[in-house]
């Protein structure tokens, strides 16, 4: 494989992550409503935290992620961010109702209880999550005229992506499967997107003499 061809393919994997980490953001955020539905119930306020929780904890992951970006950007950085948030929604699976089952008792309040559930549950996997927009433009951006094109495709496919996540876990996932399912469904597709960065990442390049060049 030529260095231009393996570039053009990281690129496209790219964009293709930047999809499904926002077809998987709102695949989780739609499940928080029923995951915290048996103990805080399924009022505004319950919406309310978990919408919070989300919106704090993306527009903190654009911060960090952005700020990472300009530190000597790697592929194996953005594939960890997949690997850390698929790590980090295991929790989700597993301890859930412990965690509920704990603040239900220790907070009275509902809306407060649902605030802290949502915060203990989907802060850090989702923070992850929202790192990687800006660390994906940092990447795809060869040089400064291109940088709007290439921010504009990155959020387009990322936003459609959510829009998709949005209508198919609320029309059908629910529907079809068990939330724990769609959980590892969520797991794996990020699971799926680091390694397949990292996989493109190692592929050898083909020099012009014939002699193939390992990335290091």
Same mark, same amino acid.
């Given at each position: 494989m030529t260095e231009s061809s393996k570039n053009s393919l990281m690129q496209n994997v790219i964009v293709c992550a930047a999809f499904l980490n926002g077809f998987v953001i709102m695949t989780i955020e739609l499940l928080g409503?029923?995951?915290?539905?048996?103990?805080?119930? @399924?009022?505004? *306020?319950?919406?309310?935290?978990?919408?919070?929780?989300?919106?704090l904890s993306l527009s903190l992951g654009y911060l960090w992620g952005g700020r990472l970006s300009s530190r000597n950007p790697s592929h194996g950085m953005f594939a960890a961010f997949f690997g850390?948030?698929?790590?980090?929604?295991l929790p989700i699976i597993f301890f859930a109702e412990w965690t509920m089952t704990q603040v239900f008792l220790l907070v009275e309040d509902p809306r407060y209880g649902s605030l802290i559930a949502? @915060?203990?549950? *989907?802060?850090?996997?989702?923070?992850f999550m929202g790192m990687v927009s800006p660390y994906s433009i940092r990447l795809l951006v060869s040089s400064e005229e291109h940088s709007g094109r290439m921010a504009g495709l990155l959020y387009f496919v990322s936003t459609l992506g959510s829009a998709l996540g949005t209508l198919l876990t609320s029309f059908y996932f629910v529907l079809w499967f068990e939330i724990d399912t769609?959980?590892?469904?969520?797991?794996a597709v990020l699971l799926l997107c680091g390694a397949a960065i990292l996989i493109i990442h190692k592929?050898?390049?083909r020099e012009a003499t014939g002699v193939h060049r390992y990335e290091n």
């Open positions: 409503g029923r995951v915290l539905s048996p103990y805080f119930g @399924t009022s505004v *306020y319950v919406w309310g935290s978990i919408i919070t929780i989300f919106m850390l948030s698929a790590l980090l929604s949502a @915060t203990l549950l *989907y802060f850090l996997p989702i923070c769609i959980m590892w469904g969520s797991v592929l050898p390049v």
